[in-house]
């Protein structure tokens, strides 16, 4: 099969890791630089240039779509789909994880438990921030990523400020309910083809409520409760997401999912658990070109 990872850093442990589970089973696979993609549409037809190649042989892509690139990211994943060539992740998914507002919009009509959040607009902010009380809050940029953009206000007084800065800078954020008793820890979940498959407890370093490993945090495997389960399958079903990465806090009212990572980094949690967490992904990939 060939196989391609849409990545730009062919060096990187996760796109590393995905070449050796591809090549062990036998597959050609290479790695494509988005920024070297060139897309057309000739003669009603979805076509692909690579460098100066056009691209026809591919039977899948994986995409490792940064999310300082999703609009040409997912574009290009879009360009693939139009082609026929099984993705493990949909353009719609990327899209949509990467805006922890839609995703918390779109998953709970789907009904998934999640944190109090409010968007924050332009307008009457200080009105609804007050509906957080005096205590802490979570101030979130919508597009963060790896804990930078996550901000604690012990206050209220922290929060209006910090929201006023926002608000004249026009970023987008989120004002979210702070989940105390989760004590600076969260779960992350690997969904594989609609089936967790690998899981772990991150705590952060002493001083931070993040507990992102890019962050100086630590992880333990973990068994999950069903109801933890059941969040993070649900959620890569409904934001079409073959591969997922799923961030929940366990809260005093149960999991709350946190947010969506269409392009989960593979070294924590390979590393972590000991499981070889980019061969599932192979394997999805082979149950699904050959069920066509
Ligand atoms: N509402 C909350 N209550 C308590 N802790 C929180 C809350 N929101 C975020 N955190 C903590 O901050 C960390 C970073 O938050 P979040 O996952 O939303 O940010 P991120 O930058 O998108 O991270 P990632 O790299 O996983 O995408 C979480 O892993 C969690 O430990």
Redesign the pocket.
Known sequence: MNIAVLSRGENLYSTQSLIKAGEKRNHDIEVIDPTYCNVMIQKNKALLQYHDEIVDDLHAVIPRIASSNTFYGTSLVRHFEAMKVFSTVSSFGILEAQD?WATFQILASAGIPM?KTTLGSHYYLADFLKDFGEGPV?I?LVS???????I?CENYKNALSTVETLQSTQTKFVM?????E?K???I?IIVVDGKVVASMK?K?AAGD????L?RGGSGNPIDLSDAEKEIAIKAAEVLKLGVC?V?I?QSKKGPLL??V?STPGLEGIETITGIDVAGKIIEYIEKMVNSK
């Open positions: 922890k944190p979570i979130k963060g990523t790896h804990g930078s953009g996550v604690l979210q309910e702070y989940i105390e989760s600076g820890s969260d992350r991150r952060a409520f993040r507990s992102n890019h990465g961030d806090l946190l947010e990572n």
